[in-house]
């Protein structure tokens, strides 16, 4: 319970100090003159160790980052120039840049964050600031012109990943402005929106989301320490998010559909709190907390959080409810629904759920125990039931009208 309502605390602390990810500013100047000026938007997912068990939470970058000015610098001969954005008690993202006097290209990407954050790592068994840096990320552009990529882009560091959206960068500038020249990454130049390009340049392409219909059924668990599964989940879901349409330039009523084969869970089972996190390929993210009342014995679905940056969208969607009350069923047993059902998140998000059977605590031998059903499966058996009991009851006044019918008619020949 204790856990459960931290990582809650987290989540709504996040939400409420930042709304949306929206994108920051940050500019590295020398003098009276910027060398470096950036505005982006980014997201990372960092798995932590906590005791005998991981975790991953996804941190946005809050609008209340800045530029280190100790650590930043436009550079020297022997020095390249380095943006240093801070944020919170000693987390940073660092982006170095390098030039071969046609291009320039973003060196090397570093996260730096601090363990003994609480509020963002629960339960961490380290307090060490961890440090990670990765080189060659492929965001490139001609010199004397912005590098923009409004689509997200994701790239690992480390262990860790982060996504970009809602850029434009520009290093070794001639002004103070962003120049009115664009250098477009390939994933916004396939959006149909795109401005005409003046230069190439290279990025991973964000992969669309899945188009609707029924969706299909994915097996998902997550693992304790000791490598049992903790919890176990069978499920097709499809996602129901409203957002604002970067190419229909309006909102829009979007279905999704989570694909198994590209999505991958994990998460942590505690005592009386266990999490599900389903990741599709780096631009969908849907975490499950499911709470235990073992004075009751009962466990249900308390909160959902949906992080999301689709490629059509203006800035990356987020969206957490943390006081449900879904999917109740009792400890020792999982919970099972084969109709559709939909559970309500938010305004603009809820999501409807397929043959879905869950079971977040209790779980041995790694299967599921017996299952209770959700009321919609129990009523659609009694449909046959009572079918049956109709058919029965026919087939018996049918039987006894005969009967009689036989009875009077046999009595009717005796008296002639
Ligand atoms: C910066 O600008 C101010 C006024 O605009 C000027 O007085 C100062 O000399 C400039 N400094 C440099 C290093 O150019
Ligand atoms: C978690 O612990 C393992 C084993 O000590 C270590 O190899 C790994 O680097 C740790 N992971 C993180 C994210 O600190
Ligand atoms: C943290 O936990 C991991 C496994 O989850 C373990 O390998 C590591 O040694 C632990 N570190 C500390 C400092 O306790
Ligand atoms: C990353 O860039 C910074 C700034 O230029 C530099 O100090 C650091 O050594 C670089 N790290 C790697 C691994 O290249
Ligand atoms: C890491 O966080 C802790 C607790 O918030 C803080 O006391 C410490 O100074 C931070 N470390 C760094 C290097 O900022
Ligand atoms: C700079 O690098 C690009 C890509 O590696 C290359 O095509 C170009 O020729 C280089 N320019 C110079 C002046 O070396
Ligand atoms: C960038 O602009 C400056 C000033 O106009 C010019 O001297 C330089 O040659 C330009 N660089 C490139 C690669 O076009
Ligand atoms: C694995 O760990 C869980 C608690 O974390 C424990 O209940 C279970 O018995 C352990 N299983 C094995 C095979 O050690
Ligand atoms: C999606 O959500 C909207 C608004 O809540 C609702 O009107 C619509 O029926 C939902 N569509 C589906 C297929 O669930
Ligand atoms: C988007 O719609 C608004 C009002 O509906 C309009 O003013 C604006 O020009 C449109 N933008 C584009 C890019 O079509
Ligand atoms: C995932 O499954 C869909 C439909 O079953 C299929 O079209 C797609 O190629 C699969 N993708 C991968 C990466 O396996
Ligand atoms: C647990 O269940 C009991 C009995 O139904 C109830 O009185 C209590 O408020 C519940 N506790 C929590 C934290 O929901």
Redesign the pocket.
């Known amino acids: 319970m204790k856990l459960s309502h931290g990582s809650a605390a987290l989540i709504i602390a996040w939400f409420a100090v930042l709304g949306s990810i929206q994108a920051v500013t940050f500019e590295v100047k020398e003098g009276n003159s910027t060398c470096i000026k950036a505005e982006l938007a980014a997201s990372f997912s960092i798995?932590?160790?906590t005791s005998g068990s991981?975790r991953t939470v996804q941190v946005p970058l809050p609008d209340s980052a800045a530029v280190d000015a100790g650590s930043s610098s436009c550079g020297t001969d022997s020095s390249s120039p380095w943006l240093v954005a801070v944020f919170g008690p000693g987390h940073a993202l660092g982006l170095s840049f390098s030039n071969n006097g046609s291009l320039y290209s973003v060196a090397n990407l570093t996260l730096q964050y601090n363990l003994s954050d609480a509020s963002v790592f629960p339960d961490a068994n380290?307090s060490d600031v961890?440090t990670l840096v990765s080189s060659s990320v492929g965001i490139w552009a001609t010199i004397n012109t912005t590098y923009r990529c409004v689509s997200p882009s994701t790239f690992g560091i480390g262990?860790a990943t982060v996504t970009f959206s809602d850029m434009r960068l520009e290093a070794y500038m001639l002004g103070n402005d962003l120049s009115p020249t664009e250098s477009v990454c390939t994933a916004d130049q396939a959006s149909t929106t795109a401005p005409p390009t003046t230069a190439r340049t290279t990025t991973t392409p964000a992969p669309a989301p899945t188009p609707a219909g029924t969706p299909e059924r994915g097996t998902y668990s997550v693992k304790n320490g000791n490598g049992t599964e903790c919890l176990l989940a069978q499920m097709g879901l499809q996602l129901n998010v409203s957002y604002f349409s970067l190419s229909q330039n309006k909102t829009i009523q979007d279905l999704v559909n989570l694909a198994p084969n590209l999505t991958s869970a994990s998460g942590s089972c505690e005592a009386s709190s266990a999490t599900l996190v389903l990741t599709q390929e780096q631009t969908t993210t849907i975490n499950f907390t499911f709470t235990l009342n073992s004075t009751s014995n009962k466990y249900h679905l308390s909160a959902i959080t949906l992080l999301a940056n689709w490629p059509d969208m203006t800035a990356p969607f987020s969206a957490s409810n943390t006081s449900l009350d879904y999917l109740r069923s009792t400890v020792g047993r999982s919970y099972m629904c084969n109709a559709e059902q939909t559970l309500f998140v938010v305004a603009a998000f809820s999501l409807n759920t397929f043959r879905l059977q869950v079971q977040p605590f209790d779980v041995t031998t790694n299967q599921f125990a017996s299952a209770e059903e959700c009321q919609m499966d129990q009523d659609q058996m009694l449909i046959p039931i009572i079918v049956g009991a109709a058919l029965a009851g026919l087939v018996l006044i049918v039987l006894i009208a005969y009967l009689i019918g036989r009875k009077r008619s046999h009595a009717g020949y005796q008296t002639i």
Request: proline fraction near 0%.
């Open positions: 798995t932590y160790n991981t380290s961890v262990g």
